[in-house]
């Protein structure tokens, strides 16, 4: 499953409403609300959980996945040393990460691209890659655009 920077992952664009993602990947092994009332898909098979936001008309707007078939500019990325993807990503531009540490796990976040590396015991378990806010201060949404 192929990372798209600033667009997605796999077929799913942010910016999709509900419909258009059960049209390509069927029911969602769980449907459910979160604390801000977003409606939240979980994709068993495809180790991936998305969300709708509300306050947005329910557009994908963030997508958690966990699948060792997850890859970025050709290369997998999960359970992974974070140097060794750092390293592997630092040709592609991708160099700037403000660390965060919590428990055993530790977050690399890249604002320009919206995505986070979460590590632990050094390894990339978990990643996470959310719809990009332009200039105007509104989600850039890649769904339905030319």
Do not use: C, H
């Not at 979460?118 to 030319?146: C, L, M, P, R, S």
């Amino acid at each position: 499953m192929k990372i798209n920077l600033k667009n997605g992952i796999d077929k799913l664009l942010f910016g999709m409403k509900q419909n258009d993602v059960t049209a390509i990947y069927g029911k969602p092994d769980r449907n459910y609300k979160d604390e801000d009332n977003n409606v939240i898909f979980a994709y068993n098979a495809l180790k991936m959980r998305l969300t709708f936001y509300v306050e947005e008309d329910l557009k994908l707007g963030y997508i958690v996945a966990s699948s060792p078939d997850l890859e970025l500019f050709g290369t997998t990325i999960i359970n992974k040393k974070i140097t060794d993807v750092k390293k592997e990503l630092a040709p592609k531009g991708l160099i700037k990460f403000t660390q965060e540490e919590f428990d055993t796990f530790e977050n690399y976040f890249n604002e320009e691209n919206w995505i986070i590396f979460q590590t632990e015991f050094d390894e990339v378990v978990k990643f996470e890659i959310g719809a990009i806010i332009n200039q105007k201060d509104e989600f850039d949404w890649k769904f339905g655009k030319k």
